[in-house]
């Protein structure tokens, strides 16, 4: 019998790398200026409006960068909001990359009879490039911060994973990489937490926001994902 019917996996850092600083920055300096705003304050009231990004005070890109602009007293046209939208989102499907062993660890368990599911903290750029990555076939759920309104760690968050994949806490394996204090809320929940450390990352300037410290479990590569499933 199966102790773990499902693993529930994070997103940025753990299927797909985080995003490179260059490559985020140069498209914050694409967005601003199609919308002929300074970059500087530009970036401000973008890092600034984060929080609402991942909590779906903005249903779509879109009507986030209008209420930047708003804030900003700047008058833009509809084209000009596509155009910095659509560089958005092509540097998110850009980075919606999966690694090396993400596809194949993820169609072995699904050929295991595990039940895969998504929780992400982001913006509404990502459920909006969801459909043009490899993984849209391969998760049984998906629950995006921005759609549903909560962030990791907060514990409604990870039970609307567990009420759609209809299981017990106890029964599902959480892998993140530790970003917003992800693990301890998964473990708070009943999840058994793994967190993944690709050594690689040292060697890349990478977006990361706010690793926890963690001395629980920890795997280097996903598909180490695969013997913590294994039959008892």
């Excluded at 970059?39 to 249903?59: C, H, K, L």
């Excluded at 990489?177 to 993944?196: C, F, H, R």
Aim: glycine share 4%; proline share 4%.
């Amino acid at each position: 019998m199966k102790r773990y019917k499902a693993v529930i996996f994070d997103l940025f850092g753990t299927l797909v790398d985080c995003y490179k600083v260059v490559n985020y920055n140069n498209t914050l300096v694409e967005m601003a200026a199609i919308l002929n705003v300074p970059y500087r304050e530009f970036r401000r009231v973008w890092d600034d409006t984060a929080p609402e990004r991942n909590t779906g005070a903005f249903a779509t890109t879109n009507t986030s960068i209008v209420a930047i602009c708003n804030r900003m007293n700047v008058q833009i046209d509809d084209d000009m909001i596509e155009r910095a939208a659509d560089i958005r989102r092509e540097f998110v499907t850009r980075t919606l990359s999966p690694r090396h062993d993400t596809l194949h660890t993820l169609l072995q368990l699904k050929g295991k009879g595990i039940k895969i599911g998504l929780i992400s903290n982001c913006s509404p750029d990502t459920p909006e490039t969801w459909d043009k990555t490899p993984f849209i076939r391969l998760f049984d759920i998906t629950v995006f911060s921005s759609f549903v309104g909560l962030k990791k760690p907060d514990p409604r968050i990870y039970q609307l994973a567990l009420d759609q994949l209809q299981l017990k806490s106890a029964e599902c394996i959480y892998v993140g990489d530790g970003d917003s204090n992800e693990l301890t809320g998964a473990q708070e929940m009943g999840m058994y937490p793994v967190k993944i450390s690709v050594d690689y990352e040292k060697d890349n300037e990478l977006y990361v926001y706010n690793r926890q410290e963690w001395d629980g479990p920890v795997i280097r590569s996903l598909t180490e994902v695969l013997t913590l499933v294994e039959e008892e």
